[in-house]
């Protein structure tokens, strides 16, 4: 099993700049795919940013690009998301998740382990 702990939401201004974690206990994620996602109140989730086990391949969602970068060290069992001109629409929980599948077309939708989420608010 993969348990996933995210860290590093909070209150942040737009135009500020946070860095999530994603830390793994258990059974290493080093195999695994990794993605971020984030749900707003009232609106389905949807799919941030995704990176391969490797730390090859990367995907980002238009809405984020430019702006977020999601890396990893598998090292560390931990996945980052670093987040930058942050806007008031990027108020959301965050949640990192992780999957041992194929790697699929985008946008990716089922991931297998799911971690908790944290909280991201944006002010005006």
């Not at 996933?4 to 209150?11: I, K």
Request: glycine share 12%; proline share 3%.
């Amino acid at each position: 099993q993969v348990q996933l702990v995210e860290s590093g939401g909070g209150l942040v201004q737009a135009g500020g700049s946070l860095r999530l974690s994603c830390a793994g206990s258990g059974r290493t994620f080093s195999g695994y795919s990794m993605g971020w996602f984030r749900q707003a109140p009232g609106k389905e989730r949807e799919v941030v940013a995704r990176i391969s086990w490797s730390g090859g391949s990367t995907n980002y969602a238009d809405s984020v690009k430019g702006r977020f970068i999601i890396s990893r060290d598998n090292a560390k069992n931990t996945v980052y998301l670093q987040m930058n001109s942050l806007k008031p629409e990027d108020t959301a929980v965050y949640y990192c998740a992780a999957d041992k599948g194929r790697w699929t077309a985008w946008p990716p939708i089922e991931y297998e382990y799911w971690g908790q989420g944290t909280q991201v608010t944006v002010s005006s």
